[in-house]
């Protein structure tokens, strides 16, 4: 399939700036693929469209202090030292700009208790680099980085909570898992006491996620590598849930990638942790999800692919547009979808 297949036009004004002032009151468009329509909601209208024994699996990653800024030991000048994920010890893959300054070898100084050591080259232009400090890593990161909103966000955000969801529990990811910023404690308390079961996987959020597709036939697209973990517990319920006839509706593509990277082909679903470079597009077959919940992505992404590949690129592509004239707000702090 070509690039160009997953295309649409965007008014750049429907790009949303800022988060809806409650969470649970941005709006939601509900597809049902089994008839194709669409329906105008909001967020918080969600119970309706779910029932007892269904189970929402959440990605609880928590979204770190990603992006430091430093100078560079020799020359003084200015570098931006983004964190993708950690490796063995204090060794993290990082993206540097300017990445043609940070040679092997180079030394990158953040004020007087953090450093790092450019290691080696990664094969998607990022490159491995190793932190040197004196304390607790969390806290001077904490103090020192700044957290990572995408580039199309312009504007300052107040709140830095509310680019994590009510549920992030695990340090480590570069950006939000964006699609359960709409749950609230209430809502969440209200699918419970429904019978709908909550479940919580982990994927920390790097490369893999956001990294532009530049090949024209997608095929070609090699996804970046990102750790994901299932509990035995969550698993032993998820398969518990299906076994019962229960739906499992994956709330954000990060959580639909965790699921079907560790789903075996009968569809049971094992613990497992690992790395995954999942890249779903259309003719993917899914393993364990019934549905999800999603935000309005990017044009030529990777994550409209994945939409594309559980209910119909076309399908979608009219969801899309109808959003457009809408005027559903788009990306990160935009408006939700809901696919069943």
Known sequence: MLLTDFDYDLPENLIAQTPC???DHSRLMVLNRNDETIKHQHFFELKK???AGDTLVFNNTRVIPARLIGRREKTGGKVEVFLLRRLEGDAWEVLVKP???ALVGSLINFGTELSCEIKENTDFGGRIAEFSYEGIWEEIL????QTPLPPYIHEKLEDKERYQTVYARENGSAAAPTAGLHFTEDLLAELRDMGVNLEFVTLHVGLGTFRPVNENNIEDHVMHKEYFHIDSQTAAR???ARARGGRIIAVGTTSIRTLESAAADDGT???KSGETGIFIYPGYKFKIVDGMITNFHLPKSTLIMLISAFAGREYVLRAYNTAVQEKYRFFSFGDAMLIL
């Open 21 to 23: 002032p409650q969470r």
């Open 49 to 51: 469209y779910l029932k």
């Open 99 to 101: 990445g043609k300054k």
């Open 142 to 145: 904490d103090r020192l980085g």
């Open 238 to 240: 998820i398969n518990d």
């Open 269 to 271: 679903l094992p613990a």
